[in-house]
């Protein structure tokens, strides 16, 4: 009896020990990946390497079979490395192999499949061989990895990570150097990747559909990013992998909140998705809303990174629910690019259990990427039910090759230039195309001219808006009354192809639309001179001779129709040398143009930094401020209504022929009264945004007093508002430009090009004005006509040093001169 109570409970026993035995190898399955193929270089060593994760990498003498070169010697270059290199990845970048002629390695591949390619540089000092002139290029069997790749502007190591399908038992890696130039490579690693690392479809942005073709590109991985944790070394990588942190690129860290939580407890589903994919580190931290409670549906946590124009990019967004106590508790959509990607995502619907592992990919075409950067959103839906919130645990972004089959430029890998008239025989066609569509131009031009002249009279009353019902400060005139209401109502039965009717209310102009073409020289691209959300902006030239600039929108959206109605509205009613005269505009045949006056010095921005103009004295950087300064008080309180900008930002700071500055751009100005706020969807650019606003999606006139304080700040310091490349506390302008000074290290940080002739008195009331407007609350922020007073004494101060300097100058030349006489 007691033995068979004994086995009785010996069997529960026995049957936990199996579920537990089960539980483990599964994980462990899930967990270890052992590459078929793994071949690890350490170029230029004369012996193994081996590095803390416990990859050997082997040296010179043990990988001669692999290489294949013309050279008679080999070269290797030894030298101490910067400590500022990670110490994992230290040994690799010690040493380096060059070489003067083509050479290439060969790998054997016992299984075809995609592979890691992933290659070290850093120019070792030498004295035989200065590595930072080397040009040169790597390649494939099918594909370019490099073209003409130089470390020349490197002083730190460069490394380059690649995802390449094989199908040949042979993998080849070719190194060309340029003519009269060498290649050198540090470390090599050839290993094999997971089947179901990368497949051949993911979600097409714009148009949403279905994306395939994943199996025959190359991939060049640009950012592998561990949302809201650490960093991950490759000890902490079943793949090896590095994951770096997103306080770079997280563009707005005021609205987020990181959230972690044990890695152990994180789950992998039965199907998709493996450590392989990510290891549990990334899915136990992530970054969500901040203060979810009080935010309203439209608020995105945001991250940005910058990326070459001309490439489709992969980019594989990681999420997992660590946030939610129960299920279907947490829905939020995805945005790339501004791009809606998933509408609601219910985390609960995919993976059926909280804590577990989830990742979608997309793919953003090159034509949607217009700034040379990706932006990845993830934002609270308007759904009643769930949480207001959202997550993202990590993000990667992969370049994908182009036509050339290319990670870099034009170029196969045969030599031949793939890009637009490659080939004779194509310019051959396109000069026949161009042809032809000079005819078609003759012929349309006759029937035109032709039909101009045949025109019926009044035919203007049909196919326009009239001049008539203007204000009295319009310069036109009406002939009688009664052609005014004739031309006034049929006007107000003229809309656009969406139904909004849009009627002037100002002193301006109408253009026809084929005045608008003769102005552009049919809107032709080399007269763009800038480009904005309502979009393309040309330099034009009216009949009589006067240079204007042309806006044109697409009238594609209902957003593009509001920003036409309000700059034409608001810019109708306003009139201040500062800011910029609308002359007239068009809205015919669905086609919607503004004209304003032309701004022969362009945006202030252009000549703060970022181009080859000259450096614009403090004297003058005053007085633009001044000026700018003077039209949004006019805004604010000399106009019928005051009116808030709510895009102030130097790029809508226009400069004339004589430096005078001109607000512009009033699309997405509001009507808000003094000391009055207003419910409204945030509108603005990134970088400028008032924080209070962003959060309470209340506007007042206090947000452009802080967008104002960012461009006194991008005026002091000549750099961009928002810089991704900078260390993480630098990134954002107006946060670092407050901490410098409540540090006394302003000096530090001002544009050294004019820091010698800044008057120490001046440059103290413009920091303290400029640091007010950043005030975190909007009722501690000075107003318009308090900014304007202080940057008016800032101006003053510096005029009256810069006259004693002058003075004394005079006094110093006279002395000298009374010297030489005497002597």
């Known amino acids: ?41 350490d170029c230029g060593s004369s012996h193994p390497t081996q590095l803390t994760d416990g990859r050997t990498f082997k040296s010179d003498r043990q990988t001669t079979s692999l290489l294949a070169t013309a050279e008679d010697v080999q070269i290797s270059l030894h030298s101490n490395l910067s400590p500022s290199v990670p110490s994992s990845l230290l040994p690799l970048y010690q040493t380096a192999r060059v070489f003067q002629e083509e050479s290439t390695y060969s790998f054997y591949i016992s299984k075809t499949s995609r592979l890691w390619v992933r290659l070290y540089f850093f120019p070792l000092s030498n004295p035989s061989y200065n590595l930072t002139t080397a040009v040169f290029s790597v390649q494939t069997n099918h594909h370019v990895l490099l073209h003409e790749f130089s470390a020349r502007n490197n002083d730190s190591p460069v490394f380059k990570e690649y995802l390449v399908n094989v199908s040949d038992s042979r993998f080849s890696l070719k190194f060309k150097p340029k003519k009269s130039s060498f290649a050198f490579i540090n470390a090599i690693e050839v290993v094999s990747a997971p089947d179901a690392l990368i497949s051949d479809s993911a979600t097409a942005l714009s148009p949403l559909a279905e994306f395939k073709g994943l199996f025959n590109s190359a991939l060049e991985v640009s950012y ?113 690019n501004g ?134 400060h319009s310069p036109i005139s009406c002939s009688s009354k009664s052609s005014c209401r004739g031309s006034t109502a049929s006007s107000s039965r003229k809309s656009n ?189 990134f970088g400028y945004l008032d924080p209070e606003y962003y959060r309470s999606q209340q506007l007042t006139q206090k947000s452009d007093i802080y967008s104002f304080g960012v461009v006194l700040f991008e005026v002091l310091c000549a750099r961009p508002v928002i810089c991704p490349t900078r260390p993480t506390e630098e990134i954002n302008l107006a946060e670092w430009a407050k901490k410098q000074h409540r540090r006394g290290l302003v000096n530090e940080i001002i544009d050294q090009r004019i820091a010698v002739t800044m008057n120490p008195q001046s440059l103290s009331v413009f920091v303290e004005i400029a640091e007010k407007c950043l005030a975190d609350c909007g009722v501690d922020r000075p107003s318009m006509g308090d900014v304007l007073w202080h940057l008016e004494y800032a101006l003053r101060l510096q005029e009256a040093a810069s006259r004693i300097d002058e003075a004394e100058d005079k006094r110093a030349s006279i002395a000298t001169n009374e010297d030489l006489y005497f002597l």
């Not at 609960?348 to 909280?354: G, I, R, Y």
């Not at 934002?379 to 990670?407: C, R, Y």
């Not at 009627?503 to 800038?530: D, H, L, Y």
């Not at 008080?633 to 005051?642: E, I, N, R």
């Open 497 to 685: 192809k969406h139904g909004n009717r849009v009627t002037p209310q100002g002193p301006k102009r109408f253009f026809p639309f084929s005045e608008m073409r003769q102005a552009t020289n049919n809107f032709e691209e080399k007269r763009v001179i800038g480009v904005g959300g309502f979009g393309k902006v040309y330099l034009g030239t009216l009949k009589d001779g006067t240079k204007v600039a042309i806006k044109r929108g697409s009238g594609n959206s209902e957003q593009g129709i509001n920003e036409f109605r309000t700059e034409l509205e608001m810019l109708s009613k306003l009139r201040h040398r500062h800011l910029v005269s609308l002359i007239g505009f068009c809205d015919e045949n669905s086609e919607m143009v503004l004209v304003y006056e032309y701004m022969a010095n362009g945006p202030f921005r252009s000549h703060i930094y970022g181009f080859d103009l000259p450096c614009l004295s403090w004297q003058k950087r005053l007085e633009i401020c001044i000026g700018a300064a003077r039209g949004l008080y006019y805004l604010h309180t000399g106009a019928a209504q005051s009116i808030t900008h709510r895009d102030v930002k130097t790029t809508n700071i226009l400069l004339d022929e004589n430096y005078v500055a001109k607000v512009s751009d009033f699309g997405l100005s509001k009507v808000v009264p003094d000391e009055a706020q207003v419910s409204t969807a945030v509108k603005g650019s």
């Open 224 to 336: 592998r990013i561990n949302v809201g944790g650490p960093t991950i070394t490759p000890d902490d990588d079943t793949l090896a992998r590095t994951w770096e942190t997103d306080g770079s690129y997280n563009i707005f860290p005021q609205g987020s909140e990181t959230i972690s939580v044990s890695k152990k407890g994180i789950k992998y589903p039965d199907v998709g998705v493996t450590p392989s994919i990510a290891p549990n580190l990334v899915y136990a931290s992530a970054v969500h809303v901040k203060n979810a409670t009080f935010m309203r549906p439209n608020f995105n946590l945001s991250w940005m990174v910058n990326v070459e124009r001309s490439y489709s990019y992969l980019i594989r967004m990681h999420f997992c629910d660590i946030l939610s106590r129960s299920l279907n508790q947490l829905y939020f959509n995805v945005y790339i």
């Open 1 to 41: 009896m007691d033995v068979e109570n004994k086995g009785t409970r010996l069997k529960p026993t026995f049957l936990l020990f199996l579920v537990i035995l089960h539980l483990f190898l599964s994980t462990l399955a899930k967990s270890s990946f052992t590459p078929h193929v793994n071949y690890l270089l």
């Open 339 to 472: 791009i809606e990607g998933v509408s609601a995502l219910n985390l609960s619907s995919q993976t059926k259990a909280l804590a577990t592992a989830f990742y979608q990919d997309f793919v953003l075409n090159a034509r949607d990427i217009i700034n040379g950067s990706i932006l990845v959103q993830v934002g609270p839906t308007n759904l009643p039910q769930g949480t207001t919130d959202a997550i993202l645990n990590g993000f990667e972004v992969m370049k994908i090759s182009n036509i050339a089959d290319s990670l870099d430029g034009l170029y196969s890998v045969d030599g031949k230039y793939k890009g637009p008239c490659s080939t004779p025989m194509e310019m051959k066609i396109l000069a026949y195309v161009g042809l032809a569509l000079a005819v078609t131009t003759i012929l349309l031009l006759v029937i035109t001219c032709t039909r101009w002249r045949k025109r019926p009279q009044g035919w203007e009353n049909h196919s326009r808006f009239s001049s008539c019902p203007l204000p009295v």
